[in-house]
């Protein structure tokens, strides 16, 4: 692919300064960048090292000021411009092949672009247009997935999940296998019934090796536009709201809300039946306990608290130390105030 | 299947009001649930929603007195009674396939009942009569695998793995790896032998995406009934005892042992040759370090304590603050005293 | 595989005592040991089970002087040359098969030694000499993989992806997925452009169920001779040196440098562009902030601190009750004091 300066100012609604006929073929950092390549600055502040780049093009902030020997398209949020020029100078390439060598029941209706090698479909699996199903992916009875979908290869789909449309599920993530409910009795365990769904909300995107738990006995869903990154854990009749990103490794126990536009960092740990609210941001590694309301806002570590008093009471912990000493050296002017008074 | 209110509160020993003869077909929650269908209630103190319910028959506590239009059935235990009929009303129905499309060696003795497409078994490989090997499985040299085990898709058993009956493996896990275990010389890290096996007995259930090494020397074992979670690890000579939980997450280090019916929640790190004794229950996110005895009894935080002393500790930590402004307090209080004594 | 006794020790360099003549087939555990078998301590203070051990032979340290009833090898460092005598008698058997149900596009250049069943193998892939690719594995296109690498089963290798010789990926480990990077907009996220690419060097060791992702814009790189643990987490644009060793769960943000001979532990998390220097240990579930520096030493706890100080502060924390009571103390006597003063 390949577009004019002037065509890729237009298209992110920015302000060229220069030739507009300059044809830029690929994104790159602005480090790396060469000819005929696009790359940006996010901040003013960050203009040293614009005067050295080789690109032919640099996507730059409204306010930014310093002459440069290539063009450059001013916008307000450069970064944005960036990853919407990327989309249209690396578009994804759609395959057109179904693989010999596949399971597709009759029962079930594929209208997918590609299916890979050694793809498993269950029955009466609904599969939409340009949705493409990558090698080894394994689909269950019952899954109903939109169009333009990629499922990576390797990926395993229970029955009864449904995935809508302009998602993308990376390699060797696993949705709807069992939540982990047992009761205990005097022999051991009795699995819990998980006979729920999995519902993933159109432009959902996960990475891999991550896990969605079918619901107990309602529904796991995964709102619209919502972002999961790999190796996170979502427990059955978990409710995600649209637009929230969760980073790498983060855990969500049973139960728990999370409401729209939150973001959730990576090795964050919920307990079961908390409920996140709309607009909260927590902290990497922080711990909410079980049916803990998190109000908007950022918070930050175990049990989490308002990234304001963490700091505070980490503060006052780092200062341990010298309260000790301050104790001492109390004690000792006591001490001498006691003496003082004897010896009157 | 379907099954009268009378047969079913016969099956879990409870005392039937109402209608024995109402068909049931369905387990379902509370607000969900509809005709034909059966729900529960824990605690009488949670009573409120079930005359809303539309269910044809609740499983209730023993002490349960609110009038109901539907059938109940007083036992001791309703989620446990639930969890029994949900098995009955929902029974796995076993399949009895061998796809085509699969390797299996004739060294192998495979009596399984269902061998899903593109899996592949090694050499002297052998799997009891009822089990399912799902799509995509990969199954190593000189494995035993017992009955009636679900083997689910994408699971990958190294060689010289035991896997009991009643078994069930989520997709994406893989038991037998080798172990995390190096020797630093001069040049860089030299591999300590990872030869010895994996054993998990009967009744075990493993969730998706996990993994369980093998032995470097001897054997990873899981003892029988116990039930782990998706993303757990599970490091070599680990020995874990019966109807222990672990929930997601969580990482044990080689060689610590996890005697029977302990509890551990999710994000848990456990360092290597520890123990952690009958009865241990360790809340989410806990560390506890290499070589520690946990004893019977709740245990929170890292490095791990009793959860009182922890609650103790936390709530002197959140006290810092008064702690320093009385500090402060005192110290005016000296000066003034000081002060008093020079004008004395 | 059999060796002698002599052979052994002269393989390890070390000093043998007695017979030099006995055949040994297979390495065990000190309490394992049978005929045939050599085991090992790690220090002459663990030399009481030597005696009771059936090994036909030992190697023990060099101030090793218990006299034992099998010849004994004495070496600097026992367990390295335990680690490379197993090397010697339990040699890696490499396999001679292309299986027939694979895709093995034109375009490629696969001189691999094995292929097992249902791989699938993407556009001008080359694969070297000797290395394995083992069932159920998918590989993208332009990926380079170099001589005597073991690709473990179910593991998916995305486009673009360069690993070196010698290697080892555990199954179901995922490399090359798109790294986690958005940029808001008014309508939700747009994915920034995950078109970088994954270098593993020569002699690097992954784990299963791993994920290591591409560059977002640059490459992902890991260095020769490191050794990663299963489920750990590596995002984009991730630099890690040479010798370094990850243990499971941990995870690294997007363009953290990992230098040479680092140790990490487990479920250790690192915020975005961190630089642990060389010789850092950062001990398990260590927290390191996003552009923190962490230099050369032992460093522990969330922020990571230096181990002295961690403990000291820990130290301080569990005191706090007592500094309580004291402060408390202090108080009474200045109110005494006071009241001295008012009856003077």
């Given at each position: 692919?390949s577009?004019?300066?002037?065509?890729l100012?237009?298209?992110?609604?920015?302000?060229?300064?220069g030739?507009?006929?300059?044809?830029?073929?690929?994104?790159?950092?602005?480090?790396d960048?060469?000819?005929?390549?696009?790359?940006?600055?996010e901040k003013v502040?960050?203009?040293?090292p614009?005067k050295?780049?080789?690109a032919?093009?640099?996507?730059?902030p409204?306010?930014?000021?310093t002459?440069?020997?290539?063009?450059?398209?001013?916008v307000?949020?450069?970064?944005?411009?960036?990853a919407?020029?990327?989309?249209?100078?690396?578009?994804y390439i759609?395959?057109?092949?179904?693989?010999?060598?596949?399971?597709?029941?009759?029962?079930s209706?594929?209208?997918a672009?590609?299916?890979?090698?050694?793809?498993?479909?269950?029955?009466?699996t609904?599969?939409?247009e340009?949705?493409?199903?990558f090698?080894?992916v394994r689909?269950?009875?019952?899954?109903?997935?939109?169009?333009?979908?990629?499922?990576?290869?390797?990926?395993?789909?229970?029955?009864?999940?449904s995935i809508?449309?302009?998602c993308?599920?990376?390699?060797?993530t696993?949705?709807?296998a069992?939540?982990?409910g047992?009761?205990?009795?005097?022999?051991?365990?009795v699995?819990f019934?998980?006979?729920?769904m999995?519902?993933?909300?159109?432009?959902?995107?996960?990475?891999?090796?991550?896990?969605v738990?079918?619901?107990?006995?309602?529904?796991?869903?995964?709102?619209?536009g919502?972002?999961i990154?790999?190796?996170v854990?979502?427990?059955?009749?978990?409710?995600i709201g649209?637009?929230?990103?969760?980073?790498a490794?983060?855990g969500?126990?049973?139960s728990?809300?999370?409401e729209?536009d939150c973001i959730i960092?990576?090795?964050?740990g919920?307990?079961d039946h908390?409920?996140?609210?709309s607009?909260?941001i927590?902290?990497?590694q922080?711990g909410?306990?079980p049916n803990?309301?998190?109000?908007?806002?950022?918070?930050?570590?175990?049990?989490?608290?308002?990234?304001d008093?963490?700091k505070?009471?980490n503060?006052?912990?780092?200062?341990?130390?010298?309260?000790?000493?301050?104790?001492?050296d109390?004690?000792?002017q006591?001490?001498?105030l006691?003496?003082?008074?004897?010896t009157?």
């Amino acid at each position: 692919m390949s577009e004019t300066t002037g065509k890729l100012a237009e298209l992110v609604g920015g302000k060229l300064n220069g030739d507009n006929k300059v044809e830029i073929h690929r994104v790159a950092s602005l480090e790396d960048a060469q000819d005929g390549e696009i790359s940006f600055i996010e901040k003013v502040e960050f203009d040293a090292p614009t005067k050295q780049s080789n690109a032919s093009c640099l996507i730059v902030p409204e306010n930014f000021e310093t002459q440069l020997p290539c063009p450059f398209i001013q916008v307000k949020n450069p970064k944005l411009a960036f990853a919407k020029i990327a989309k249209v100078l690396h578009p994804y390439i759609g395959r057109s092949v179904w693989h010999e060598m596949v399971i597709v029941p009759e029962s079930s209706e594929v209208r997918a672009s590609f299916i890979g090698a050694f793809v498993t479909l269950g029955e009466n699996t609904y599969i939409g247009e340009y949705t493409e199903i990558f090698d080894g992916v394994r689909i269950g009875n019952s899954v109903k997935i939109g169009k333009y979908s990629l499922i990576h290869p390797n990926c395993v789909i229970y029955d009864n999940v449904s995935i809508g449309s302009n998602c993308e599920i990376h390699a060797g993530t696993i949705i709807g296998a069992d939540g982990f409910g047992f009761v205990r009795d005097e022999n051991g365990y009795v699995k819990f019934p998980q006979i729920g769904m999995v519902v993933i909300e159109d432009d959902v995107e996960i990475g891999a090796n991550s896990c969605v738990d079918r619901g107990a006995l309602g529904e796991t869903r995964i709102g619209k536009g919502t972002k999961i990154d790999n190796l996170v854990q979502i427990a059955h009749n978990v409710q995600i709201g649209e637009r929230v990103v969760i980073a790498a490794q983060t855990g969500i126990s049973g139960s728990t809300i999370i409401e729209s536009d939150c973001i959730i960092g990576g090795q964050v740990g919920m307990g079961d039946h908390a409920r996140i609210q709309s607009g909260a941001i927590i902290g990497s590694q922080a711990g909410v306990l079980p049916n803990k309301i998190v109000r908007a806002g950022v918070w930050w570590g175990t049990p989490v608290q308002p990234l304001d008093e963490y700091k505070r009471q980490n503060a006052h912990v780092k200062s341990l130390s010298r309260l000790k000493e301050e104790v001492k050296d109390l004690k000792k002017q006591i001490d001498a105030l006691k003496n003082e008074k004897q010896t009157d």
